[in-house]
């Protein structure tokens, strides 16, 4: 059974200078344990495309199911309840909360879905290579390992989904390849599906699947 | 370029336009309340000065009272006897003599049917004035006013405040009397006089409400036929001095009347003896005095309201400049990269506040002036109950209070200039995204705590300078109402609170010229309790101040051993007969003079001086009162008793025959339902005050909070995405706003206390004096009111985050 469907999502944005097409039939559908990189210009569409998926945004048109289930596009409770249940995210600038320290930023997201697990947290930052720096704040360490805190966050709640928006836009290129094999490494340890927005084609090496977007569309869809 | 940024500024504050709304509004509320009262303040001294003078319109208050001691007259020789020896005398000191009349002014009882129909006895002072040059009956063009003066013996002018509330009109026939017998007298007039202009029972501060004091003006004739003395008999003489020379006010340190002290002086010296005379200026005259010390007070009080609320505004106002500039660093970071100069960015932060003080200035004002100040003057004309017969003509406080505004609003716009100037471009473009971390201790203290909790507590403590200001503004917001309540509550407590502990006579019945005898005859005929008590003023020797000499048969602090009980805060019960004497004095007259247990003084009546020694110091008077034993005041003064205080058990009818034998008969429930009634008629004043404290805490906490959230936009907004629920945030919030309240309401409370404890500290005066003690009734009420208003702002910020667009915040964070 498929993870999730998109079939012909649409999302216009009406402008004073007329409408905007950001996503313009977008036909998608992604199976368990896919890393799907999505690759596209400026203005492609790409982040609209993930923030439907994420439930973060309204589609204008098109359905969406999740498992089989329809996902609720009216009402921020319950699109935000569909996204703690299945969806982790990860930031371009990490967001963690700087009053918290690393295993407390871990903490909270499991309290917000109304467990604590003192145990699976630390397991999960060993899973990303940072057990030694739990009591740290954030400020107190590298970008790059606040970016592999981020990740173990979004894992904190077992999501199916995970989702990526330039998470090493923010990076160079050694931290971005620590990054991105600590996501990976997590993610198949975890048994989840990735989908990872980004401009920079060096990605697509973690790719299972590797899709193109121009001007709202889907123009290619590669698995490798 | 300046306008460009001026205009990128004014932009950016137009998307806060709420708290800048709130933040005028702050100004303007202020300028309101200082307009208003000194719209009062200047009114009603005014209006005085009006009354006072020497004109047509005017009733020319005499500069110097000469009273006889005990209030027995002079014959008609005697005083111009007097009159003539006082201008044969006269220092030119203080001005030149220009008129020495003799007047006769007695205590009486004026027979009277209550509003169910019941007979009443109601005290009275009855004066005997014609034309006269001096100290004239007050009869302005007026609805309060009507008929003409006295003119025959049977004729009678009732004074405005008593006609109204007892419903007595011109043409009305009354019953009175002054000691020889009830006559009729016709009401011919309905007007004011001096010394009742504010009317009240001698003695007392409490405003006289129906039934319990009247006072009217007869001619020399018909007040010597009412009384029974002989014609010309005076037991005052009224001195009017050329050019009215100051006198010494008792709301000051210093002697503004030393000259006019020196002739005063001289004539007590010189006469007080031979004439059995006692001589006082206008500090004297109760009326005179509080009403002065009214408006004085409220003079004094406008700029200090204005600048409290000027403050939590200008607090305001900077809070939210330095939010706006954490805002914007970003942004003049840039600008700075770019080249723009510190001098361009500064002028609009000072602008801003500026701008924003002007509007609240202009709108308080004008709101002052056109509602506020007519709303104070029906206050002034209801509860004085006196015509405001002359308009404005000095608006100077109008330009002290907007002055006081603008300059807290200008200044509190200097520091965020400041800081926007000198932000260095490379630190803010560097650390953009960092955020300021709560202190290593909290860190410590709170990491056992669940990290919901934990993010709480340090949340709300990451901007201490916002909370400490926060803090500050609520404290003072609850000042303006929370001293309104405590000075509610301690007058309650002193007034009514202290009839339940310290009164136990249910009747006090004022002596005529028949003495005590008859009464005390009629107690024990009747099987009533009671004792006999004197109460004359007098003053301390070296000292312009008036008192009351209150003499007690029994000394006790309970009911048990005494009909009239004292409340001692310090000291011992005087002994009898001691030498000195032993006397109590209350706390008012003690903070004054400067006395203490042990201290020494001189005190006179009239003629005679006699040697004091303060044996303790009592508390809840409001008037200034010396307590002797009795017996040591007859011995002093010569009066056995001027009141007999009854305990009449209930159902014995006493007003008629009481009557008879007294000229005046106060009765406890009658001072009881006085004081209820003025409570609550100063509710809807109280209620107002209350409103707008209230009102300027949910302003400030408001915007703090407000400020609080948009500052966490990006956690909030972060916390939404990866799918906390709007409860689980709302129960973040609900404990952040629990803290900030509890802390608040808990520093506010004691700001309250304390503020208002030094407020009327630098308030009082010798004619109003008493002191606010904690109330924790009220203090816990005051931290209840800022907790709720702290909590019911949960579900704005719930709201607001609901509200949140997160696909732009994502562009944000993303």
């Given at each position: 059974m498929p993870l999730f469907e998109i079939s012909n999502l649409k999302r216009h944005y009406e402008m004073a200078s007329g409408a905007v097409k950001a996503l313009d039939g977008v036909d998608l559908v992604v199976e368990p344990?896919?890393?799907?990189?999505?690759?596209?210009?400026?203005?492609?569409?790409?982040?609209?495309?993930?923030?439907?998926?994420?439930?973060?945004?309204?589609?204008?048109?098109?359905?969406?199911?999740?498992?089989?289930?329809?996902?609720?596009?009216?009402?921020?409770?319950?699109?935000?309840?569909?996204?703690?249940?299945?969806?982790?995210?990860?930031?371009?600038?990490?967001?963690?909360?700087?009053?918290?320290?690393?295993l407390e930023n871990i903490l909270l997201i499991q309290e917000l879905s109304g467990g604590r697990d003192v145990e699976r947290a630390m397991d999960l930052l060993k899973l990303v290579g940072l057990s030694e720096e739990v009591n740290r704040f954030p400020s107190e360490i590298s970008g790059g390992q606040q970016q592999r805190v981020a990740i173990a966050r979004s894992l904190a709640k077992s999501p199916k989904l995970l989702l990526g928006d330039e998470l090493t836009g923010n990076l160079d290129s050694e931290t971005s390849s620590m990054v991105m094999e600590a996501l990976i490494r997590a993610c198949e340890a975890e048994q989840i599906t990735t989908i990872m927005v980004t401009h920079d084609e060096s990605m697509k090496k973690y790719a299972t699947r590797l899709i193109r977007m121009d001007s709202g569309r889907i123009v290619s869809d590669e698995r490798l | 370029m300046g306008l460009l940024l001026l205009k990128r500024l004014l932009r950016s504050l137009w998307r806060t336009r709420l708290r800048l709304v709130a933040v005028v509004l702050l100004v303007a509320i202020g300028v309101f309340a200082g307009v208003s009262f000194g719209?009062?303040?200047?009114?009603?001294?005014?209006?005085?000065?009006?009354?006072?003078?020497?004109?047509?319109?005017?009733?020319?208050?005499?500069?110097?009272?000469?009273?006889?001691?005990?209030?027995?007259?002079?014959?008609?020789?005697?005083?111009?006897?007097?009159?003539?020896?006082?201008?044969?005398?006269?220092?030119?000191?203080?001005?030149?003599?220009?008129?020495?009349?003799?007047?006769?002014?007695?205590?009486?009882?004026?027979?009277?049917?209550?509003?169910?129909?019941?007979?009443?006895?109601?005290?009275?002072?009855?004066?005997?004035?014609?034309?006269?040059?001096?100290?004239?009956?007050?009869?302005?063009?007026?609805?309060?006013?009507?008929?003409?003066?006295?003119?025959?013996?049977?004729?009678?002018?009732?004074?405005?405040?008593?006609?109204?509330?007892?419903?007595?009109?011109?043409?009305?026939?009354?019953?009175?009397?002054?000691?020889?017998?009830?006559?009729?007298?016709?009401?011919?007039?309905?007007?004011?006089?001096?010394?009742?202009?504010?009317?009240?029972?001698?003695?007392?501060?409490?405003?006289?409400?129906?039934?319990?004091?009247?006072?009217?003006?007869?001619?020399?004739?018909?007040?010597?036929?009412?009384?029974?003395?002989?014609?010309?008999?005076?037991?005052?003489?009224?001195?009017?001095?050329?050019?009215?020379?100051?006198?010494?006010?008792?709301?000051?340190?210093?002697?503004?009347?030393?000259?006019?002290?020196?002739?005063?002086?001289?004539?007590?010296?010189?006469?007080?003896?031979?004439?059995?005379?006692?001589?006082?200026?206008?500090?004297?005259?109760?009326?005179?005095?509080?009403?002065?010390?009214?408006?004085?007070?409220?003079?004094?009080?406008?700029?200090?309201?204005?600048?409290?609320?000027?403050?939590?505004?200008?607090?305001?106002?900077?809070?939210?400049?330095?939010?706006l500039i954490l805002s914007q660093q970003r942004e003049i970071a840039i600008l700075r990269t770019l080249g723009v100069p510190k001098g361009s960015i500064?002028?609009?932060?000072?602008?801003?506040?500026?701008?924003?003080?002007?509007?609240?200035?202009?709108?308080?004002?004008?709101?002052?002036?056109?509602?506020?100040?007519?709303?104070?003057?029906?206050?002034?004309?209801?509860?004085?109950?006196?015509?405001?017969?002359?308009?404005?003509?000095?608006?100077?406080?109008?330009?002290?209070?907007?002055?006081?505004?603008?300059?807290?609003?200008?200044?509190?716009?200097?520091?965020?200039?400041?800081?926007?100037?000198?932000?260095?471009?490379?630190?803010?473009?560097?650390?953009?995204?960092?955020?300021?971390?709560?202190?290593?201790?909290?860190?410590?203290?709170?990491?056992?705590?669940?990290?919901?909790?934990?993010?709480?507590?340090?949340?709300?403590?990451?901007?201490?300078?916002?909370?400490?200001?926060?803090?500050?503004?609520?404290?003072?917001?609850?000042?303006?109402?929370?001293?309104?309540?405590?000075?509610?509550?301690?007058?309650?407590?002193?007034?009514?609170?202290?009839?339940?502990?310290?009164?136990?006579?249910?009747?006090?019945?004022?002596?005529?010229?028949?003495?005590d005898a008859p009464v005390v005859a009629w107690a024990t005929d009747n099987n009533v309790e009671y004792e006999r008590s004197i109460q004359l003023p007098f003053s301390v020797v070296g000292e312009n101040k008036q008192l009351v000499a209150t003499g007690l048969d029994q000394f006790s602090t309970d009911l048990d051993g005494s009909l009239s009980a004292i409340t001692l805060s310090v000291g011992e019960m005087p002994a009898v007969s001691s030498t000195p004497l032993e006397v109590l004095v209350d706390e008012g007259t003690a903070h004054f003079l400067g006395w203490e247990v042990g201290s020494l003084g001189t005190v006179g009546f009239g003629a005679s001086e006699v040697d004091v020694s303060v044996s303790g110091i009592t508390t809840g008077e409001m008037a200034r009162t010396m307590y002797f034993h009795r017996s040591d005041l007859e011995e002093v003064t010569g009066i056995p008793a001027t009141s007999v205080l009854l305990a009449i058990p209930e159902g014995l009818d006493f007003s008629q025959d009481l009557g008879a034998l007294s000229v005046g008969i106060t009765e406890i429930s009658g001072l009881r339902e006085t004081f209820t009634t003025l409570m609550n008629q100063q509710q809807q004043f109280f209620n107002a005050i209350l409103f707008l404290g209230v009102l300027i805490a949910i302003v400030v906490l408001f915007n703090t909070l407000l400020m609080n959230l948009s500052e966490r936009d990006l956690e909030l907004a972060t916390l939404r995405v990866l799918g906390a629920s709007i409860w689980r945030l709302g129960s973040m919030l609900l404990v952040e706003h629990l803290i900030i309240g509890v802390v608040g309401g808990i520093l506010g409370a004691f700001i309250s206390l304390y503020g208002a404890q030094a407020m009327i500290a630098s308030s009082v005066q010798w004619a109003f004096f008493f002191k606010i003690e904690p109330n924790w009734t009220i203090i816990y009420s005051l931290i209840t009111t800022v907790v709720v208003i702290s909590v019911a702002l949960v579900p704005f910020g719930m709201w607001r985050i609901s509200k949140m667009e997160l696909v732009e915040k994502v562009k944000t964070l993303g």
């Open positions: 344990g896919e890393r799907i990189v999505l690759l596209g210009p400026s203005g492609s569409g790409k982040t609209t495309l993930l923030n439907c998926i994420a439930a973060l945004d309204i589609p204008t048109d098109g359905g969406y199911t999740f498992e089989s289930e329809p996902v609720p596009a009216k009402g921020s409770e319950k699109m935000t309840s569909f996204r703690r249940a299945n969806i982790g995210y990860v930031f371009q600038f990490f967001n963690l909360l700087q009053d918290l320290t690393v | 719209a009062y303040g200047k009114t009603a001294s005014t209006i005085y000065a009006s009354i006072y003078s020497d004109t047509d319109d005017g009733v020319n208050l005499p500069d110097l009272w000469i009273e006889s001691a005990g209030g027995a007259p002079w014959g008609e020789e005697q005083a111009s006897n007097f009159c003539g020896e006082l201008r044969a005398s006269w220092n030119d000191l203080s001005g030149g003599l220009a008129a020495c009349e003799p007047r006769l002014k007695v205590d009486g009882v004026m027979f009277w049917d209550d509003e169910s129909g019941e007979p009443s006895v109601v005290s009275a002072i009855w004066h005997g004035i014609d034309e006269g040059e001096v100290h004239r009956v007050w009869m302005p063009e007026h609805e309060f006013v009507s008929g003409r003066l006295a003119a025959a013996n049977d004729e009678v002018v009732i004074d405005s405040h008593a006609a109204s509330m007892m419903e007595i009109s011109v043409g009305d026939e009354v019953e009175i009397g002054a000691g020889s017998g009830r006559m009729t007298f016709s009401v011919v007039g309905v007007a004011f006089h001096a010394d009742h202009l504010y009317f009240a029972l001698p003695g007392s501060i409490m405003p006289a409400t129906a039934g319990t004091f009247v006072t009217g003006y007869l001619t020399d004739e018909g007040l010597e036929r009412l009384g029974g003395y002989s014609q010309g008999d005076a037991n005052y003489l009224l001195l009017d001095i050329e050019g009215t020379p100051a006198y010494d006010l008792l709301s000051t340190e210093i002697n503004e009347g030393e000259q006019l002290n020196t002739v005063l002086e001289g004539i007590r010296d010189e006469f007080g003896e031979p004439y059995g005379a006692m001589v006082y200026d206008r500090s004297g005259v109760e009326s005179v005095e509080f009403l002065r010390a009214d408006s004085e007070g409220a003079e004094k009080s406008y700029p200090v309201v204005t600048g409290m609320l000027a403050i939590v505004a200008g607090i305001t106002i900077f809070l939210s400049l330095q939010r500064m002028p609009g932060f000072i602008l801003a506040p500026i701008v924003l003080g002007l509007i609240g200035v202009i709108l308080g004002a004008i709101l002052g002036l056109y509602v506020g100040a007519p709303m104070m003057m029906g206050v002034f004309e209801e509860m004085l109950g006196l015509p405001v017969v002359v308009g404005l003509s000095d608006f100077s406080f109008v330009w002290v209070n907007c002055s006081v505004a603008m300059v807290i609003a200008a200044l509190s716009g200097i520091r965020p200039a400041f800081i926007a100037a000198r932000l260095q471009p490379l630190e803010v473009l560097r650390s953009e995204h960092s955020v300021k971390l709560s202190y290593r201790w909290l860190q410590r203290f709170t990491h056992k705590l669940p990290p919901a909790l934990a993010l709480s507590l340090r949340s709300t403590i990451r901007k201490p300078m916002r909370l400490m200001f926060t803090f500050m503004g609520v404290g003072l917001s609850m000042l303006i109402f929370g001293s309104m309540q405590m000075m509610m509550d301690s007058i309650e407590d002193v007034t009514l609170g202290g009839m339940d502990r310290n009164i136990g006579w249910t009747a006090q019945v004022a002596l005529g010229n028949q003495g």
